[in-house]
């Protein structure tokens, strides 16, 4: 059985950081794109980051220059650095996979075959 966890979040102050991991366990991300996505109480899912399969890495304009996605050595890992954290980020982070090619849009939620159970993140002002 495929799971992604995710974790790393927690509560921080504005301007602090926090990484974020997705362990895929039953799973490698040998040829996937994974995204992080996230959700704000009363807000829609919103894209954060998504790193694909040739390696490329994609942010929303929100996050960049703050934010950094990277694969892990192993083949299981995904991260998402996070740093001068606004309390706009507050949400619950999700991480999501799809095989390359299974998909239109990789911005999309929906598009993904395999997703993690979410994490909190906090920022206080």
């Known amino acids: 059985e495929v799971q992604l966890q995710a974790s790393g979040g927690g509560l921080v102050q504005a301007g602090g950081s926090l990484r974020l991991s997705c362990v895929a366990s039953?799973?490698?991300?040998?040829?996937?794109?994974i995204g992080w996505f996230r959700q704000a109480p009363g807000k829609e899912r919103e894209g954060v980051s998504w790193?694909?399969?040739?390696?490329?890495?994609h942010y929303t304009d929100s996050v960049k220059g703050r934010f950094t996605i990277s694969s892990g050595n192993n083949k299981n890992t995904v991260y998402l650095q996070m740093n001068s954290l606004k309390p706009e980020d507050t949400a619950v982070y999700y991480c999501?996979?799809?095989?390359?090619?299974?998909?239109?849009?990789?911005?999309?939620?929906?598009?993904?075959?395999?997703y993690g159970q979410g994490t909190q993140v906090t920022v206080s002002s």
């Open positions: 999501a996979a799809v095989v390359a090619g299974d998909y239109n849009d990789y911005q999309m939620w929906d598009e993904y075959d395999y």
């Open positions: 039953g799973y490698t991300f040998d040829d996937d794109t």
């Open positions: 790193i694909l399969s040739d390696g490329s890495t």
